[in-house]
């Protein structure tokens, strides 16, 4: 079955600093993979998404890079503002044999430090 | 700019109770997602819909917990009798041809 491991957090970074959260995924068939982003009181919002293997995913600064000989989708940012403070989640789709149903990690609360 | 709606945006209620919270998908999205979130148990999908169907209602406790889908541009998930282990906030997601989903804002749910 489908599965996605996120690196576990919190995790707690100064203005400016290198985010790396790391993701890796088990799956059948060929994913899309996606990373969501949900700041305090509100729902998931997509941040960025890849669908086939070496495509690079980029918004608001953040990247990710799907790797299918690591089976990983790790979110990067060169430069986290106070305002990237948020909980990050990892996802993955296998649309033809699951449809449009994601499987999500578990979530890293990020909280950046002026 | 396209959204998912939810109501209502706070509900508090006392134990025994009937709750029904409401979604309005993208228009044209055809597969309508219902979430819980808590602090401990993280995000869990509900029950999820196509073309109006329900394909998966397997993570809803099915005593008390109901969803439908009355028409293309309304869901609904209804909880009766409530419980105070019910208190989360429920999402609702809807997506279209690609596999993308986009949320609403959520209903907070408090049982007292």
């Known amino acids: 079955g489908n599965s996605v491991t996120q690196m576990e957090g919190p995790v707690t970074l100064s203005e400016e600093a290198f985010l790396t959260i790391n993701c890796t995924y088990t799956?059948?068939?060929?994913?899309?993979l996606f990373w969501y982003v949900q700041y305090p009181g509100e729902g998931l919002q997509l941040l960025l998404k890849a669908t086939k293997a070496d495509d690079k995913g980029s918004n608001k600064g953040f990247e990710a890079t799907y790797r299918k000989e690591t089976t990983s989708f790790h979110l990067e940012k060169g430069s986290v503002q106070v305002s990237d403070s948020a909980v990050y989640f990892c996802?993955?789709?296998?649309?033809?044999?699951?449809?449009?149903?994601?499987?999500f990690g578990e979530g890293t609360q990020l909280t950046v430090n002026p | 700019d396209a959204r998912v709606t939810q109501t209502p945006r706070h509900k508090v209620t006392e134990m025994g109770q009937e709750v029904t919270m409401r979604c309005q998908p993208i228009l044209g999205h055809n597969t309508v997602f219902w979430y819980r979130q808590t602090m401990m148990q993280g995000l869990e999908l509900l029950a999820y819909f196509r073309n109006r169907a329900p394909l998966d209602d397997s993570g809803m406790p099915k005593d008390r917990f109901s969803a439908e889908m009355p028409d293309a541009t309304l869901a609904t998930l209804k909880i009766q009798p409530s419980e105070p282990r019910d208190s989360a906030v429920y999402f609702c997601?809807?997506?279209?041809?690609?596999?993308?989903?986009?949320f609403g804002p959520g209903t907070r749910l408090t049982v007292l």
């Open positions: 996802a993955l789709g296998t649309l033809e044999t699951s449809g449009s149903r994601l499987t």
């Open positions: 997601a809807s997506s279209g041809v690609v596999d993308t989903q986009y």
């Open positions: 799956a059948t068939g060929y994913p899309s």
